[in-house]
C-alpha cells in the first residue's frame, strides 16, 4: 500500500500510528456521533488527546449539533468524553468554540473557561 500510494514513511510505522490513534485500548482520536430514533446522525464531536510541553490535554475539535438532543444525553455523552480523557492521561479538557455563544453554553453547562481567542487569515 505504501509504495502503491507513493508513501516516504515505511509501513511499520504507518501501521503503529493508526493502531496508537484509533485502535488502542486508549485511542488518541475519537470521533462520537448522536443519532435520532431513526437511526439518522444529528450530531457529532471530533477530539484528540494532544500533548504540550510535558501537559496532556484532551482536545475537542469539533463538536456540532443539527438538531436539538435531550441535556441528559449530552451529559451521558459528555461523561463518556471525560471518561476517555482520563483514562489517556488528559489531566485537563478544552475545546474549540465556533462562537461566542456555544463558549458561553461550554463555560455556564460545563465550567470551561475562556482562554485565548483564535484569529485567522488566508495566506
Avoid at 514513511?9 to 496508537?20: L, S
Avoid at 462520537?32 to 488527546?49: F, K, N, R, Y
Amino acid at each position: 500500500m505504501c509504495e502503491r500510494m507513493g508513501s516516504d514513511a515505511p509501513p511499520d510505522r504507518i501501521i503503529g500510528a493508526y493502531w496508537y490513534n484509533f485502535v488502542s485500548p486508549t485511542p488518541k482520536l475519537v470521533l462520537a456521533v448522536a443519532l435520532d430514533d431513526s437511526g439518522i446522525i444529528v450530531g457529532h464531536c471530533l477530539a484528540e488527546i494532544e500533548e504540550w510541553d510535558g501537559v496532556t490535554v484532551a482536545m475537542v475539535l469539533q463538536l456540532e449539533l443539527d438538531k436539538a438532543v435531550p441535556k441528559s444525553e449530552i451529559r451521558r455523552g459528555y461523561e463518556a468524553l471525560t471518561r476517555w480523557a482520563k483514562a489517556s492521561g488528559a489531566t485537563r479538557i478544552q475545546a474549540l468554540a465556533v462562537n461566542r455563544k456555544v463558549a458561553r453554553l461550554l463555560r455556564l453547562r460545563y465550567g470551561f473557561e475562556e482562554h485565548r481567542i483564535l484569529v485567522r487569515r488566508p495566506l
